[in-house]
């Protein structure tokens, strides 16, 4: 059966999703399942094009390397474990110019790919691969419906931001 995706928002999953098993990935998820969120502090998590450096969480990778007009990397963000205090924002330091990978910046779908999508994957490969598989064997059983607050599934679609549970419904899907 396929994993789907709704928002952590919609009113409606008991009906629209009868019998399913609703599971809450993000930050404000219960133990084990918070663990999919990508502020989860699962230590360890590769930098990209920094071999030197490692994560906290996904998300410390993705704010440690946005670049702001008034603002650089903040390599801080790399080591921050409270799932707290790790956004760097629009309304506080103006739109970001973009994220910087081997000293060139990136746009936001090319960041996405070279540094989102591969410290992501990672987290689930080495820091949550159990929970990949329970999803698998859950999913062979009965209807799994994973909950995000955003449900873009889409790497190209920049109109909202990706939903880290549409990867995780992606990577149960895969062999």
Do not use: C
Not at 11 to 24: C, E, N, Q
Not at 82 to 102: A, E, F, N, S
Not at 114 to 125: E, G, H, Q
């Amino acid at each position: 059966m396929p994993v789907h995706v709704a928002s952590r928002r919609r009113t409606t999953l008991h009906r629209d999703f009868p019998g399913a098993l609703i599971l809450d990935v993000t930050s404000r998820a219960a133990e084990p399942w918070v663990r999919l969120s990508p502020f989860y502090p699962h230590g360890g998590i590769p930098v990209p094009g920094h071999p030197d450096r490692t994560s906290q969480s996904v998300e410390g990778v993705w704010q440690a390397l946005k670049v702001f007009a008034t603002e650089p990397e903040d390599f801080t963000k790399l080591g921050v474990t409270t799932m707290k205090g790790i956004k760097r924002t629009v309304r506080r330091l103006g739109p970001p110019l973009g994220h910087r990978l081997d000293g060139r910046l990136l746009g936001y779908e090319e960041a996405r790919r070279a540094l989102y999508l591969p410290a992501y994957r990672w987290m689930l490969d080495h820091r949550a691969a159990d929970l990949v598989g329970e999803l698998r064997d859950l999913a062979g059983r009965r209807t799994v419906v994973l909950l995000d607050y955003t449900t873009n599934g889409d790497v190209a679609d920049l109109s909202a931001p990706l939903s880290h549970a549409a990867l995780v419904a992606r990577r149960v899907g895969e062999p």
